[in-house]
């Protein structure tokens, strides 16, 4: 591997990663808002979804809160993947992909920071937030009996107030599983893992909206999000008069997405794993 598709050492991507993430957590807070005011954009964003036909949130809370077998798991998923696949897809590309490393870590910083932009100036209330009139169930209160988390989404008990719960748009639950998607589709030698990649993001997008966290709308956004962070990250490493982004990525005019070519890095189908 040429030293210019080394990544960084360890330690040095970790402390980034741990700043990047701690200067993310600390603004969610920060960018608390107007709790009225994120309850007027859910109630907008509602409005908008049902004018086109796009309001799938109701009909699936409703499923995930008549069917305990359905509910429980899908809380499960929120409560958790989120925070155990991604570090985990970071490492994979660290250790087996390191010459693609660096422009995934790249495109998943730069998007989460354009995620934070969007809470400060789009507080929004969760579907589960809303009036109960509104007819939404808060799943994850409702079967908190059955993990860790109390009534303050993902969060544990007794740690509600370390979070920032109007929050919701974008979505990042949604926007990090399509980053992992793609990084294992594209990177991915196991068909399995490629099929996971494909399965990953579509399931988060259901479960976001079946335990009442966030509107399609959210989902869109954060996918919307990822596909702006990308295009951030290209810019921000692309190297002039090259066709070689920063980490491996080789792409040609026009390519939204990087294209996997052969590389002295690649490893057998065990790295898939």
């Known amino acids: 591997?040429?030293?210019?598709?080394?990544?960084?050492?360890?330690?040095?991507?970790?402390?980034?990663?741990?700043?990047?993430?701690?200067?993310?957590?600390?603004?969610?807070?920060?960018?608390?808002?107007?709790?009225?005011?994120?309850?007027?954009?859910?109630?907008?964003?509602?409005?908008?979804?049902?004018?086109?036909?796009?309001?799938?949130e109701r009909p699936l809370n409703r499923l995930f809160t008549d069917q305990a077998w359905v509910g429980v798991p899908a809380d499960f998923v929120y409560a958790s993947l989120h925070y155990l696949v991604t570090p985990v897809v970071l490492v994979w590309m660290y250790r087996r992909r390191p010459a693609h490393y660096r422009a995934a870590r790249?495109?998943?910083?730069?998007?989460?920071?354009?995620?934070?932009?969007?809470?400060?100036?789009?507080?929004?209330?969760?579907?589960?937030?809303?009036?109960?009139?509104?007819?939404?169930?808060?799943?994850?209160?409702?079967?908190s009996s059955?993990?860790?988390?109390g009534?303050?989404?993902?969060?544990?008990?007794?740690?509600?107030?370390?979070?920032?719960?109007?929050?919701?748009?974008?979505?990042?639950?949604?926007?990090?599983?399509?980053?992992?998607?793609?990084?294992?589709?594209?990177?991915?030698?196991?068909?399995?893992?490629?099929a996971f990649g494909i399965a990953y993001p579509l399931l988060t997008t259901v479960v976001v909206m079946g335990t009442a966290n966030h509107y399609f709308f959210d989902a869109v956004a954060g996918a919307a999000v990822m596909g702006a962070g990308f295009l951030l990250a290209r810019r921000l490493v692309f190297r002039r008069g090259t066709r070689i982004v920063?980490?491996?990525?080789?792409?040609s005019a026009g390519e939204l997405l990087p294209a996997q070519r052969p590389s002295a890095d690649d490893d057998s189908p065990a790295a898939a794993r």
């Open 146 to 149: 059955y993990g860790w988390w």
């Open 151 to 194: 009534a303050e989404a993902s969060a544990p008990r007794g740690m509600g107030s370390f979070t920032n719960q109007y929050a919701a748009m974008p979505s990042l639950h949604v926007g990090w599983a399509l980053w992992c998607g793609v990084l294992l589709y594209l990177y991915g030698r196991r068909p399995l893992v490629k």
């Open 246 to 251: 920063s980490g491996g990525w080789d792409t």
């Open 106 to 143: 790249t495109w998943l910083v730069a998007s989460t920071l354009l995620g934070l932009v969007g809470f400060t100036f789009l507080p929004t209330c969760p579907p589960r937030l809303l009036d109960a009139g509104h007819g939404f169930t808060d799943t994850m209160a409702q079967f």
């Open 1 to 56: 591997m040429t030293e210019r598709h080394r990544p960084t050492r360890w330690w040095a991507e970790l402390l980034l990663l741990g700043l990047v993430y701690g200067a993310y957590s600390g603004g969610r807070l920060l960018a608390r808002g107007d709790v009225q005011l994120a309850v007027d954009h859910g109630l907008a964003i509602l409005r908008y979804e049902h004018m086109l036909g796009m309001d799938f």
